[in-house]
T-cell receptor
Framework: DAGVIQSPRHEVTEMGQEVTLRCKPI?????LFWYRQTMMRGLELLIY????????DSGMPEDRFSAKMPNASFSTLKIQPSEPRDSAVYFC????????????FGQGTRLTVV | GENVEQHPSTLSVQEGDSAVIKCTYS??????FPWYKQELGKRPQLIID?????GEKKDQRIAVTLNKTAKHFSLHITETQPEDSAVYFC??????????FGQGTELSVKP
C-alpha cells in the first residue's frame, strides 16, 4: 500500500475562496482523522470518522469547515469561505479497525490563504 | 474530553546526553499512548507506543514509561545523536476513539 495519500501538497488561495483538501486512507483502515497543525496550536484534531461515519466533529473551528467521507477510500475537508487564519498544514491520518493501533499520517497539505 | 499536556516545549542537549519528555493526560479511561517524531517539513511518524497494561517499554535507545495512577507518561532517549533532533509529540487514545496530541517538544541535539 502507498500509505495515506493527500492532495494537493500545497494550496495557495485568496481569502473568500472555497478550498477542498482530499485524503485517501490506507486500504482496510476504518478510522480516519483530520488534524490541523500550526505553530501556535500544535496538532489539533478537527474531526474523525469510524467506518465512514463522522463520530466527533467538536474540533471543527467554525461552520466554514466541513468534512465528508462518502466511502471507505476517500475523504474531503472543505473550507468555505477561506480566511487567512486558516493557513496551516492539514494532515489526514488513518488506523486499523481496532482501537489503540498506530495512526499513519499522510504527507499533509500546506494551505496558504492570502 | 481528553486533554494532553506536554513539557518541555523546547529541549536542548549535548550529543550523548539523555533527553526526557513528559506528558500528562486527563481521561482515566485512555489506554493507548503513542509517541511520534516529526522532522522538519515531514509527517509525524510513530517511534514507540505503550498500552495501559504495561509500565515500561524499550526499543534500543528509546523507552517510554507509564504511570496510570498519576496519569503520566514519559519518553526517554539515551545517547542522543544529532539525527534525534526533531519535534516529538505524545498522544493519548481514549476509549471513544479520539487520538489527542500534546503540544510538542522541539528537541535539539548539539554535536
Amino acid at each position: 500500500d502507498a500509505g495515506v495519500i493527500q492532495s494537493p501538497r500545497h494550496e495557495v488561495t485568496e481569502m473568500g475562496q472555497e478550498v477542498t483538501l482530499r485524503c485517501k486512507p490506507i486500504s482496510g483502515h476504518d478510522y480516519l482523522f483530520w488534524y490541523r497543525q500550526t505553530m501556535m496550536r500544535g496538532l489539533e484534531l478537527l474531526i474523525y470518522f469510524n467506518n465512514n461515519v463522522p463520530i466527533d466533529d467538536s474540533g471543527m473551528p467554525e461552520d466554514r469547515f466541513s468534512a465528508k467521507m462518502p466511502n471507505a477510500s476517500f475523504s474531503t475537508l472543505k473550507i468555505q469561505p477561506s480566511e487567512p487564519r486558516d493557513s496551516a498544514v492539514y494532515f489526514c491520518a488513518s488506523s486499523l479497525s481496532r482501537e489503540n493501533t498506530e495512526a499513519f499520517f499522510g504527507q499533509g497539505t500546506r494551505l496558504t490563504v492570502v | 474530553g481528553e486533554n494532553v499536556e506536554q513539557h518541555p516545549s523546547t529541549l536542548s542537549v549535548q550529543e550523548g546526553d539523555s533527553a526526557v519528555i513528559k506528558c500528562t493526560y486527563s481521561d482515566s479511561a485512555s489506554n493507548y499512548f503513542p509517541w511520534y517524531k516529526q522532522e522538519l517539513g515531514k509527517r509525524p511518524q510513530l517511534i514507540i507506543d505503550i498500552r495501559s497494561n504495561v509500565g515500561e517499554k524499550k526499543d534500543q535507545r528509546i523507552a517510554v514509561t507509564l504511570n496510570k495512577t498519576a496519569k503520566h507518561f514519559s519518553l526517554h532517549i539515551t545517547e542522543t545523536q544529532p539525527e534525534d533532533s526533531a519535534v516529538y509529540f505524545c498522544a493519548a487514545w481514549d476509549q471513544g476513539g479520539k487520538l489527542i496530541f500534546g503540544q510538542g517538544t522541539e528537541l535539539s541535539v548539539k554535536p
